[in-house]
Each structure stands twice: as structure tokens, then as C-alpha cells.
């Protein structure tokens, strides 16, 4: 595996592991609330909202990395072409 791979998978995973650790969050908070620590409206808001906005950075990071960095991408293409 060549260290641009590497680097490629490792960027993924993080993204991928950001995604899971947020939808996570969420199902707690819209339907498991006793596993949230405190239990204000406050809090369950801060928290779904924190973990909403780490999910759409993730999956807008996601789709960025694949987009232009993956090996069957068209701009990853037009790099190695010249």
C-alpha cells in the first residue's frame, strides 16, 4: 500500500468513524434520553445539535475526500494525466 493510499484511508476512516460516533448520539438522544447525562432541554438540544453539525462536516468531508481523491475520481484522473 503506497503512503498516499494510506493517507486516503486513514482520512476516510476518521470520517467514517466521526459519522458513526454522531448518528450514535442522536439515536440516544431522540430515543434512549435516560443514557444522555443530564437531562435538560438544554442540554439534550446542545448535544443533538453538536452531534448534527459533526455529522453533516463528516459527510461533507466524506464526499470531498471521494470526490477528488479517490483513485476512480475524474480529478484524480486529470491530475495524473497531466
Do not use: P, W
Amino acid at each position: 500500500m503506497t503512503h498516499q493510499e494510506r493517507l486516503y484511508k486513514a482520512l476516510k476512516s476518521e470520517c467514517e468513524a466521526k459519522i458513526n460516533e454522531s448518528l450514535l448520539t442522536l439515536d440516544m438522544c431522540f430515543t434512549k434520553a435516560s443514557a444522555i447525562g443530564e437531562h435538560t432541554t438544554e442540554h439534550f438540544l446542545k448535544e443533538a445539535s453538536k452531534a448534527l453539525d459533526t455529522l453533516t462536516e463528516s459527510r461533507d468531508r466524506l464526499d470531498v475526500l471521494k470526490d477528488y481523491y479517490d483513485g476512480s475520481s475524474l480529478f484524480n484522473k486529470e491530475q495524473l494525466n497531466g
